[in-house]
């Protein structure tokens, strides 16, 4: 290929081109650039889909083949890899999905194949470990203590599943999270690597990463090996549209090319195509400069926010130990290990009520009461995705919505004497509101991140075990009366091994009369077969094919008797669970 034009967008140009010249189509698809529905009465034409039908082509002469890109598919892929800093990066019209997928089918390669992966991840993961046949190794993810959040695994915790099992065809991580939270990813590049496996990250949501000073750092430049980006998420393509990006080493690329075709489609997108080529454009052409408008629009919400106490953003904590290496002015020791949760999406701006009158899922609704639509939210967050297509002005009208529930609330609170008679203005069981912490003052760090309160750590206990008495606190009567029940907490799965036994995937499905339903307090020893989630933070605790120890046992037990809510699960209140029969191998 001649020398890279990163002004060009070939695929965009390509079915510009095919759209001026007009030719006859005697080819597939049937709708014939839309024709089939110009002669149609309005009440059955295609609408506004009808110019989107003059550029969807198929493989034909001059339009190249995603499976065997020659031309300008292949001239787009190039100017990615330039763009996004891979050696090789792969268009893909099935989402991240395909390319979560693809990457492990190239690692698995043969059934049984080991991987090591965290125990929270996309769900298209858990399908390629089904499809590949493979064995997974689960690592439990650091918890950021002051909101209760999973991120992804310590470089220590990967270190030591890979001593533990060195068979092991590779290692996958998720990251940034849902939330935006990050943590640092070249240990664990390191780890995988003086091992001679490659890294595999699931970026879905950091496509944006790396291009502005004030955004994290992308995985490749931290060293992992494959790296998925949605680029439909936080950058411009249409949805469905993603790349795959590799560099090193460590995979087989003809293997990784031959498993992309044959997880995606063989009659690939090519509007969706040409969008990624756009965002890549947008990006190469304009550089950090494309991301200005959208950074000043999350920039009048932060502002607007110091202005507004009753709603905080999530932040990393500011470090309270020096960086490993350096003296501490009183002779404290640096940290161990990494902490959790150390970067934030700009662009994900979390939000919670720091009062703890509203949760998640009511602020989220009387958000869209007011035209604002979330991206999601949990019992405590609710997640404002920005982009570079954010305006500061949508970001005035959303703080002048927080007002406006903020004053509404506020007035029901004095209209009922201070408390709120309606359920919604409750402090939901979620939030773990502690008494004597001041939620209104001080920096905007994690959330929830007024640990003077907890026990200092002793010894070699867990942070998160030794703030169980403040974080685990709840409302469990509507008089508000507050009871300690740490050993419930949702977060604190201390108690269940960092690295998990291999637990085999299949594709085979699971006949009726091989498993059956138990009680929980009868389950250790047995063979887990259903997922089982507490939620929050949404962590399986448990996988289909997974033994039930009995720590595991006695963990699900308190969870329930606590009140914690369960999801992929049979019995959502887990008085039962299932389980393969014994005469199957369901004993362990």
Sequence with gaps: MDKLQPGRAPVYEMLEQYRHKGNISYHV?????????????????????????????????????????????????????????????????????????????????????????????????IHGLMLAGARAVFLEPQIDPGSGLAVAPSAETVQAALAAYPEAAGVLVTMPNYYGMGSDLAPLAQACHACCVPLLVDEAHGAHYGQHPALPAGALAQGADGVVQSTHKMLTALTMGAM?????????????????????????????MASLDLARRLLHSQGAGAFTAGLA??????????????????????????????AGAAGVKPPLRGAAYVTQDPFKAVIYDAAGVLGGF???????????????????????????????????????ALQDIAAQTSLAAQQTGGSAA???????????PVAGLDLTDGPSQSTYSDTAAAPAPQGGESFSSARTAAQAASYNSREGELTFSGHISTWNNFDIPA????????????????????????SAGRIAAEMVIPYPPGIPLLYPGESITASVCDRLIRLRIGGAKFQACADPALQHIMVYNIQKGGEA
């Design 29 to 125: 698809p049937g709708h014939k650039n839309g024709e089939a529905y110009r002669s149609t009465v309005s009440a059955e034409s295609a609408g506004y889909l009808t110019e989107v039908m003059r550029y969807d082509v198929t493989e034909i002469t001059g339009t190249d083949d995603l499976h065997h890109p020659e031309g300008v598919i292949r001239e787009a892929q190039e100017l990615a890899a330039d763009c996004y800093g891979a050696e090789e990066s792969y268009m893909l019209v099935c989402g991240s999905t395909a390319g979560n997928l693809a990457l492990i089918l190239t690692v698995c390669s043969e059934p049984g194949s080991l991987l090591i992966l965290q125990r929270n991840v996309h769900k298209s993961v």
């Design 297 to 326: 629009a999350v920039d009048v919400l932060r502002r607007g926010l110091a202005a507004l106490p009753r709603f905080r953003l999530l932040q990393p904590a500011q470090p309270q130990q020096p960086v490993c290496g350096e």
């Design 499 to 522: 690295v998990s036994a291999p637990v085999a995937f299949s594709i085979r499905p699971v006949a009726a009369g091989e498993t059956e339903s138990v009680e929980l307090e009868a």
């Design 362 to 400: 009511e602020l989220q609704r009387r958000l869209e009461e007011r035209g604002i639509v979330p991206e999601m939210s949990d019992d405590r967050h609710v997640v404002l995705a920005f982009s570079l297509g954010s305006k500061a002005e949508e970001a005035a009208e959303l703080l002048t």
């Design 422 to 432: 309606s359920s919604d203005l409750e402090p939901t069981a979620g939030l773990d």
């Design 244 to 272: 795959l990006h590799v560099q090193g080493p460590w995979l087989d690329r003809a293997l990784l090319r031959q498993r992309l075709a044959m997880v995606q489609s063989s009659s690939p997108s090519y509007p969706v």
